[in-house]
């Protein structure tokens, strides 16, 4: 079901659900469901700060790590142990307790990463 403007556009739409984050599609109509291989970006990590949905807690998201879900979980692992904080892996972003942009750019440099921060 959707909800509709004035001028017929979809305003809302439970119809998708979620959307997966490689291809922007919903995920039962995903083209890129093999999370085995690596995903492809523009070769640049974000580092990004948001409190929406957290009830005013502020967590790091690290976005376009090109990494197979493995890894990813891995290096997530390493990231958290470095920075002593807890975290997640969520749709292949890697989520961070806290303001960590300041620890991670360092150390996502020295792992060969090109990063960039987003965001305030």
Do not use: W
Not at 63 to 73: H, Q, R, V
Not at 92 to 114: F, H, N, S, T, W
């Amino acid at each position: 079901m959707g909800r509709r403007d004035k001028r017929g556009g979809l305003v809302y739409s439970t119809d998708g659900g979620r959307f997966c984050p490689g291809c922007r599609r919903p995920m039962n109509a995903c083209v890129c469901r093999d999370r085995s291989r690596p995903r492809n970006g523009d070769g640049v990590v974000h580092l990004s700060r948001e409190t929406r949905g957290r009830k005013g807690a502020g967590v790091t998201l690290v976005i376009g790590l090109p990494l197979a879900d493995a890894d990813l979980a891995r290096l997530a692992k390493s990231l958290k142990t470095r920075c002593g904080v807890g975290g997640s892996v969520k749709d292949g972003v890697i989520e961070l307790q806290g303001d960590q942009r300041d620890k991670l750019e360092p150390l996502l440099l020295a792992d060969g990463y090109q990063v960039k921060r987003a965001g305030g």
